[in-house]
T-cell receptor, first 109, second 114 residues
């Protein structure tokens, strides 16, 4: 079967750095996405990786290793507004999006 | 980024009635649109995939006669919850794909059936 694993919940301190990991097993691979979702709102796109390596976008970076079936989302200079759920999703060989359950990130002052 | 508009944002309806939710891609033609359902503190659950001009593909366990999907054009898909019951109360979210790599979400619709 296909599955995406990510931690259920993480806690970090304002101003610090946090890394949210995602591992996946899918039939084929056509890209990995990270989305941010605040409670009661729809997800918003953060990043897309299809090749190995690090993609940096402001305070957020996303890393992919296809051989290891592994990705992480790195958030720097954490702000209180970063408290949200972070969803990892993978497009499989049929271009179907497979979703992880999400990681709830709690930021403490 | 591209804009996907979903309406209504919230709706309350009586048990037994039907509710229609619209999803529009405002500035691009969406090859594929997806409908998701999300219960509190849970992840997105894909309900169905719709392509313009063809029948929607429903995920296992989703009743196609209850959740009617119409994808009339490359910019509009609708989800109609028929004969709604309180257990249908949920957060419904659509997303539209541009090409095969980009998916953009609507604002979501919170449905409450009383």
């Amino acid at each position: 079967g296909q599955n995406i694993d990510q931690p259920t919940e993480m806690t970090a301190t304002e101003g610090a750095i946090v890394q949210i990991n995602c591992t996946y097993q899918t039939s084929g691979f056509n890209g990995l996405f990270w989305y941010q979702q605040h409670a009661g709102e729809a997800p918003t796109f953060l990043s897309y990786n299809v090749l190995d390596g690090l993609e940096e976008k402001g305070r957020f970076s996303s890393f992919l290793s296809r051989s290891k079936g592994y990705s992480y989302l790195l958030l720097k200079e954490l702000q209180m507004k970063d408290s949200a759920s972070y969803l990892c999703a993978v497009k499989d060989g049929n271009y179907q999006l497979i979703w992880g359950a999400g990681t709830k990130l709690i930021i403490k002052p | 980024g591209a804009v996907v508009s979903q309406h209504p944002s919230w709706v309350i309806c009586k048990s037994g009635t039907s509710v229609k939710i619209e999803c529009r891609s405002l500035d691009f033609q969406a090859t594929t649109m997806f409908w998701y359902r999300q219960f509190p503190k849970q992840s997105l659950m894909l309900m169905a995939t719709s392509n313009e001009g063809s029948k929607a593909t429903y995920e296992q366990g989703v009743e196609k006669d209850k959740f009617l999907i119409n994808h009339a054009s490359l910019t509009l898909s609708t989800l109609t919850v028929t004969s709604a019951h309180p257990e249908d109360s949920s957060f419904y979210i659509c997303s539209a794909e541009r090409g095969t790599t980009e998916a953009f979400f609507g604002q979501g619709t919170r449905l409450t059936v009383v």
